[in-house]
């Protein structure tokens, strides 16, 4: 090596002792490796957040109209579903589609199964119960007496993340399951369809 190449290696290594040493810059550097974690921990946080909210509002909504249809004198009528539909989205109040399905059951004991007295859907996702098809979720339904009446109120609404985190869908279901029994008159009818 002859003196002019280790000059430039003395140097140079004079320079990374020194830099090495140097604790000015530290803070910029951590900076940079540590805003953009916090920025997606902030995101994360928000849209975390939010679903649950939504989830909150969307079962919320769901027992009020199954409240409101266990509390009914007289018949349900098409108005009065899509005026139940317009009240569920302006609870849910959110930028997604939401479907609706409700339906009055009655269980016979002897022939142990359920029979769909009238279904009402709005929206997309549902289509209407009846005696068939009802048996599809027969392990979701509670346990009921001879000839007893329940309300069942479906509520679908698509969940979309105000943030994309990497994580998850950016679109999901939230489904909601309710029923309740007629508070005031045990027959709730439909008689014009609905």
């Not at 910029?28 to 679903?51: H, K």
Request: with cysteine; proline share 4%; glycine share 6%.
């Amino acid at each position: 090596m002859n003196r002019l190449d280790r000059s430039i290696f003395s140097t140079a290594v004079r320079y990374l002792k020194r830099f090495s040493r140097k604790e000015s810059g530290v803070i910029s550097i951590e900076a940079v490796l540590i805003y953009p974690l916090l920025f997606w921990g902030m995101c994360a946080s928000f849209s975390f957040f939010d679903g649950y909210k939504q989830s909150s509002r969307n079962l919320k909504a769901s027992y009020a109209i199954a409240d409101v249809i266990s509390r009914e004198r007289n018949d349900i009528t098409a108005t009065y579903v899509d005026t139940l539909y317009d009240l569920l989205q302006q609870m849910i109040s959110d930028r997604s589609d939401v479907s609706m399905r409700i339906s009055f059951l009655r269980f016979d004991l002897p022939d142990d199964r359920h029979y769909v007295q009238w279904s009402c859907v709005r929206g997309q996702s549902f289509e209407e119960w009846n005696d068939g098809t009802i048996g599809e979720i027969r392990n979701k339904l509670p346990i009921m007496p001879d000839n007893g009446k329940m309300i069942l109120v479906e509520v679908k609404d698509w969940y979309r993340r105000p943030f994309l985190i990497g994580y998850g869908d950016e679109e999901f279901a939230m489904d909601n399951f309710v029923f309740t029994h007629p508070r005031v008159y045990d027959k709730i009818d439909a008689p014009g369809g609905c």
